[in-house]
């Protein structure tokens, strides 16, 4: 089971690497052709606001695949966690209560 989760991990990272490294590139990119300032002449004084073109394919683009990704991890996520709960159904041999008490 142990390997089998490992493996999810390591799946997930190059996952999770790859989104992060393409929202930097994409990051990078608009800030280098759709800024109209410095980062240092923004922050000393007023900076004209930049003319960014508002696409609502784009927009809806930027939701509807995060939430395919999402969807497409949470069914190895699933499959992992229900055959980690295996100990429901094997034999209980041993019982704990316990009983706390508060201001004891």
Request: hydrophobic fraction near 55%; proline fraction near 4%; glycine fraction near 2%.
């Amino acid at each position: 089971m142990m390997s089998n989760i490992i493996d999810f991990h390591n799946d997930i990272m190059v996952i999770v690497i790859f989104i992060a490294s393409f929202i930097a590139v994409l990051l990078t990119a608009c800030l280098k052709f759709y800024g109209t300032t410095s980062v240092s002449a923004f922050y000393t004084r007023s900076a004209p606001v930049s003319r960014i073109y508002h696409d609502p394919i784009v927009e809806i683009v930027f939701t509807v695949v995060p939430a395919i990704i999402i969807s497409i991890i949470a069914g190895p996520s699933f499959a992992l966690l229900y055959a980690n709960n295996d100990w429901l159904e094997k034999d209980i041999e041993l019982t704990v209560s316990v009983t706390g008490h508060q201001w004891y």
